[in-house]
């Protein structure tokens, strides 16, 4: 679908989601390999990490 100037801009930002995302997971393994305890708390199923992305648009929080 094209959409003019927007269509330009958007290519442009979508390498950024994608860093974004990449972020959030990258943060999540580094929380988990980085601090004992919480990997403990975690395998015993008292804590789960997850990562979440925040939408602009909207204000919704999805997590993964």
Known sequence: ???GNLTGLLDKI?????????NVQQTIA???GGSPILHD??????IR??????ELKGGAVKFS
């Open 41 to 46: 708390l975690e395998s015993k199923g008292q």
């Open 49 to 54: 990490m997850v990562g979440a992305m925040y």
């Open 30 to 32: 580094a929380g988990r």
């Open 1 to 3: 679908m094209q959409l």
């Open 14 to 22: 979508k390498p950024a989601i994608a860093v974004a995302r990449s």
